[in-house]
Structures are given as C-alpha cells and as structure tokens.
C-alpha cells in the first residue's frame, strides 16, 4: 500500500527515546520512500480538560504531490473547558474507593514522597484539568480521582472517560467498565484528530486543484 497521506500518532517520547534514534530511523525510512513528513506535540488540553501531549506525523506522497504540498497543522483554541463540565451529578457509588484502597494510596503516595519521588494519586482540582488518562486506570483511578464531600474519592465513569477523551454523547460502550477504561486509556483525543484532519482536508483539496491545472498545463 502507498498512501497518498497519512496520519501517524504516538507518545511524546518517541521523539527521545533511545536518544532520538528511534524517531531518526522513523523519519529516515518516510524519507527513503520518497514522503515529505512533518509533525508535533500537541497537548490535547486546548480542547478537553486534560493534559495528554502526543505526538502527530502527517506525511505526504512526493511522487504524487511533489514538494509543495502546503500542509500546516491547525491553530488550537484556548479552551475554557474544566473538569466539572464533564462529571455527572449522580454517580453510583461503586465508583467510590474503598477505605481500604484510599489507605494504601495514601501510605504509597507518602512512601515515594519521603524518597523524593513524585509517584502517588492524583486529585482533581474540579476547576481544572486532569492528568493523562492512561490504560492502568481500571486498576485502581490512581491518576484521576474525583474528590467527594464527606466521602473517599471516586474513579472516573466509563461515560466520563468517554467525555475526557471528546467522544459525542451519541457513542455506544457495549463493553465491561474494565475493558471500557482499558480502549480510553489507549484512545486518542477525538476533536484533536478532526482538528488535524480537517487542516489534512484544506491542504489536500488545495493540493489537487494545483496539481489539475499543473497536469492541464
């Protein structure tokens, strides 16, 4: 297959790891089937309450489109979004840890604190955003834990994953809440990738018509 375009997505840390080779070796092999690559870390709190940055490849066939292709990726709006606009009101109490589950956190978190580690659970501040939502998250919420007035806090709802990720309301879970945790973990940020594709879209229409007249030409 020979894709006209394409959209690679990643971590942020491919750009290091390996100390930059994995990324060279990526770059150099696009290079080597004759695509002109560009890419960029994008934190995904311009447009969900949540600090997720990863990287995106948009990569363009010279043999189709030449060197020219004038592609940018998107300006991103400053997002007023907070935690509170995605949380329902009413959440059963199945999702609020046991006392024996917050003990531990809290004895884990002040372990590596006294080591001088940053390792331990994180509080949402409902005010402002959360931390990356990852795969692990069906194991205990650690990472984003919903503070509750004379209560332990909670995990995230797979519905409220669902809304931390960008997904519409109209998008059906006929999964376990564990394997729900798990596919939002490793999902990406929806409105940031319609945000790429449609900057994809505008460059590749405007691409074509230059190309027609140049063929007409």
């Known amino acids: ?26 770059s150099d092999t696009l290079a080597k089937l004759d695509y ?48 509170k606009d995605i949380l329902d009101k009413n959440v059963d109490s ?16 002040e372990k590596h604190k006294a080591r ?29 834990l919903i503070p509750q007035k004379n209560n332990n806090p909670r995990r995230l709802t797979p519905v409220e994953c669902a809304r931390l990720m960008g997904f519409p309301k109209t998008f059906d879970m006929p999964v376990s809440d564990t394997q729900a945790y798990k596919q939002f973990g490793n999902t990406v940020v ?7 594709a449609k900057s994809i879209q505008k460059s590749l229409k405007s691409s074509v018509v230059a190309i027609d007249k140049h063929r007409k030409n």
């Not at 990569?59 to 060197?67: E, I, L, P, S």
């Not at 929806?190 to 790429?196: G, Q, S």
Request: no cysteine; charged share 25%.
């Open 1 to 26: 297959k020979r894709p006209r375009m394409f959209l690679l997505e990643n971590v942020k840390n491919l750009l290091r790891h390996d100390k930059g080779k994995t990324f060279k070796i990526i």
């Open 36 to 83: 002109n690559v560009k890419y960029e870390v994008i934190d995904a709190i311009s447009y969900v309450p949540q600090h997720r940055e990863r990287i995106f490849i948009v990569g363009t066939d010279k043999k189709y489109f030449g060197n020219d292709f004038n592609f940018k990726f998107p300006k991103h709006p400053d997002s007023k979004k907070r935690m």
């Open 94 to 109: 199945k999702y609020t840890l046991s006392n024996k589950l917050w003990s531990y956190l809290q004895k884990y978190a």
């Open 116 to 144: 001088g580690n940053g390792f331990g659970y994180g509080l949402v501040n409902l005010n402002g955003i959360a931390r990356t939502l990852s795969a692990r998250y069906y194991k205990d919420g650690s990472e984003i």
């Open 190 to 196: 929806v409105p940031v990738i319609a945000a790429i």
